[in-house]
């Protein structure tokens, strides 16, 4: 895989799929199921594109019923990809995958995703936050509306989803937060978002606390650059060329790299004694771009 990729900017977020090029990779040949998810139910925030894609399609091959959130308007024709390719790859036993348009950013939103998933599926075993948004930004030009919008997007919907799905969630299930490696090693222009992320680590590891009493499992995932449409809606050409070079391998992964990371987590036969814990498929990069 080459570093960098050809110039794109879309200048409206939340970034679109389809449009970029190369389009990111969500699935593999190499990649074997072997049911690790039979009869599971999972929801997947930003389940259209991206890391999120990637997620929904190994969670269906593994067997699990699936439903994913996305934003109505730009995304649409992602999500109905995404939608397609999961009726295609489910299981026989799994139940048919839907889809969710809404904005996370607001608590009654993420009550009624939550009762949406419940209504179809009857209870949730694996919550995956996947969605979010970032901007790159000075500290003098912080905006205190955009500012409460990325807050909002990228963690206040955490606190808002687990605190609807516990009631529908038993012991065993399994809470995946992604989280990422700007929040360990920091980012010179995406100060909100890097502020995020390291609250989601925090929110992550007090949560497993709280929560293993009820046998239900907290972890994070901390991707390092990744080819999503979260890139060509934050960064300028120029970095574009240049994004993922700098890392040990010189390129960004492809979402397909990270989502078996979210598989273990979300099997109890591969991961049932890890909770508070944060997985790094990020190459120690400790200089992002």
């Not at 449409?229 to 890392?247: C, H, M, N, R, Y």
């Not at 508070?276 to 200089?287: S, T």
Request: hydrophobic share 35%; net charge negative.
């Amino acid at each position: 895989m080459a570093s960098g990729f050809p110039p794109q900017k879309q200048e409206t977020q939340p970034g679109i799929q389809h449009v970029m090029e190369p389009t990111p990779e969500f699935s593999s040949s190499n990649y074997k199921p072997s049911n690790k998810l039979h009869g599971k139910v999972a929801l997947v925030t930003g389940g259209d594109s991206g890391i999120g894609k990637a997620v929904c399609h190994c969670y269906a091959l593994e067997g699990a019923s699936v439903a994913f959130t996305y934003v109505k308007g730009r995304e649409d024709k992602d999500a109905d990809e995404t939608l397609r390719l999961l009726h295609e790859v489910k299981t026989r036993e799994a139940k048919e995958p839907i889809m969710i348009a809404t904005d996370l950013g607001f608590e009654e939103n993420c009550k009624r995703v939550i009762e949406e998933v419940v209504n179809s599926f009857g209870r949730i075993d694996v919550l995956v936050n996947c969605a979010a948004e970032q901007h790159e930004v000075s500290i003098e030009d912080i905006d205190e509306a955009r500012l409460e919008r990325v807050f909002r997007t990228n963690i206040f919907s955490q606190f808002f989803l687990v605190k609807y799905a516990l009631k529908h969630m038993k012991e065993g299930s399994s809470i995946i937060n992604t989280t990422s490696v700007v929040a360990y090693a920091g980012h010179s222009s995406l100060l909100e978002y890097t502020a995020t992320k390291g609250a989601i680590v925090s929110f992550t590891r007090g949560l497993a606390l709280q929560l293993a009493p009820k046998g239900i499992r907290v972890n994070g995932v901390a991707p390092g650059p990744v080819w999503t449409p979260l890139v060509t809606a934050s960064f300028s050409d120029e970095a574009i060329k240049q994004f993922g070079s700098e890392t040990p391998m010189k390129r960004a992964a492809q979402p397909v790299e990270v989502a078996p990371s979210y598989v273990f987590l979300a099997c109890n036969h591969c991961s049932s004694y890890y909770t508070g814990q944060i997985l790094h498929p990020n190459e120690l990069d400790l200089n992002p771009v």
